[in-house]
């Protein structure tokens, strides 16, 4: 079992910037990918950005050259560092994670809530 906790939401304007953390408990030598994914009001979850064990990311096209995912494994943690914010990136923001044995990221934080508003 893996369990994830998120912080670093609030409310910024346009423009500012946020890092979101993810920090992960439990079984977490078996971790592979996390990932952050958000969820708009009236809008299905989407994924924002996922990086491996390895350090490999992938980016959403709406946050690609914005958004910065990495990754400490000493610390068991991964970081979304969110640049140039706009309101159509308010969300509730997610952190999920899979492991070596379960795929498809069956893990999730409760989510942290960020809002873009001048």
């Known amino acids: 079992q893996v369990q994830l906790v998120e912080s670093g939401g609030g409310l910024v304007q346009p423009g500012e910037s946020l890092r979101l953390s993810c920090a992960a408990t439990g079984s977490i030598f078996s971790i592979d990918t996390m990932g952050w994914y958000r969820q708009a009001p009236g809008k299905l979850r989407e994924l924002v950005a996922t990086i491996t064990s390895g350090g490999s990311t992938n980016y959403a096209h709406s946050v690609k050259g914005r958004f910065t995912l990495s990754r400490d494994n000493a610390k068991n943690t991964v970081y979304l560092q969110m640049n140039s914010l706009k309101p159509e990136d308010t969300a509730v923001y997610y952190c999920?994670?899979?492991?070596?044995?379960?795929?498809?990221?069956?893990?999730w934080g409760k989510g942290t809530l960020v809002t873009v508003s001048s």
């Open positions: 999920a994670a899979e492991t070596l044995e379960e795929r498809g990221m069956p893990y």
